[in-house]
């Protein structure tokens, strides 16, 4: 290629592949920047359920290493500021889309996957009762509208199934039913290994704390972000440098064509969000119930998201 630079045929003759070569409009990462150490091929074929919160197995990332992941996206104001702070650090995550978020601000979607992450799916309106409390038929055609909507937002067109066979439930609440459906389709069903508690307010340094102190528990994993919260958008480039400067490598995530590779949960695992859920929906049906209330349950499970999940824990 006669017009490599010296720079870029250093590269290239050592193998490596610098993230701006391929994208050309990435900024050139130094030795500092955080980076993105590999990429995992996440083969769905048949289906794969990963995320120790929710499910026995994970993604088989080694000690110290860190895969992020964004729900509920994009957002006009807080989404360009995660970009920003990814772009920076040369680092690769994954979005999991809100279909209707997608359809209002397409060029969002469209700089995420020119930025190089993966761009994944959340259903179409992110139902507040989940989509355990729907029909099975309801919840596969507001999944199925959410894969269109995000695939026509990024890419201009939309197939039969998803680009990228990657899916999160909204709360974590999945169905027996759906996730058949889905493994049928093969497609990927995202859970995560720890969570930032975004959801609640808190001071972008009392989540970097939360965050950190959760990973050293449990030495990296998939970790569950909102890139529509200002606190997250706020906490990323002192959270991206803490990650560096303890020690902690990104893994991107792909979409692979083979059979998934997971690791096991230890002995004595159980689904916390299954908890989590169940707690929550016995607390709504024990108020529906009760005389005089007149709230619908649906405005009550809104009162309690987003993601339905632990408003009422609390930071250690
Ligand atoms: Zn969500």
Avoid at 97 to 114: N, W
Avoid at 201 to 224: D, F, N, S, W
Avoid at 233 to 261: C, E, H, S, W
């Amino acid at each position: 290629m006669r017009t490599q630079t010296p720079f870029l045929a250093f590269f290239l003759a050592m193998g490596l592949s610098p993230s701006w070569a391929a994208e050309g409009h990435q900024p050139v990462c130094g030795a500092d920047a955080l980076g993105t150490s590999r990429t995992l091929s996440v083969g769905p074929r048949g289906g794969l359920e990963v995320g120790l919160k929710t499910y026995p197995q994970t993604l088989p990332l080694r000690d110290h290493e860190v895969a992020l992941t964004f729900d509920d996206g994009p957002n006009a104001k807080t989404t360009p500021m995660v970009l920003d702070a990814l772009s920076h650090e040369c680092v690769k995550a994954t979005f999991f889309l809100i279909g209707r978020h997608a359809q209002d601000l397409p060029k969002l979607v469209q700089r995420e996957i020119a930025d190089g992450h993966a761009v994944g799916h959340h259903t179409f309106s992110h139902p507040a009762i989940t989509l355990r409390r729907m029909s099975t038929a309801a919840a596969e055609a507001d999944i199925d509208q959410g894969f269109r909507a995000d695939d026509l937002a990024a890419y201009g067109a939309a197939g039969a199934g998803p680009r990228v066979p990657f899916f999160r439930f909204p709360g974590f609440a999945d169905t027996p039913e759906v996730d058949r459906w889905l493994a049928s389709r093969n497609i990927a069903v995202f859970g995560a290994d720890l969570w930032a508690s975004d959801w609640q307010m808190m001071t972008p340094a009392t989540e970097l704390a939360l965050v950190m102190g959760r990973l050293q528990k449990t030495k990296g994993g998939i970790v569950l972000f909102h890139d529509t919260k200002s606190s997250t958008a706020r906490m990323m480039p002192a959270f991206l440098r803490a990650l560096k400067a303890n020690g902690y490598r990104i893994v991107a995530l792909v979409p692979g064509d083979g059979t998934a590779q997971t690791r096991a949960a230890p002995a004595g695992w159980s689904s916390e969000t299954d908890r989590i859920i169940n707690q929550v929906f016995h607390a709504e049906d024990a108020k529906a119930h009760r005389p005089g209330d007149s709230d619908a349950p649906a405005a009550r499970h809104a009162a309690t998201a987003p993601d339905t999940l632990p408003k009422r824990e609390t930071p250690p």
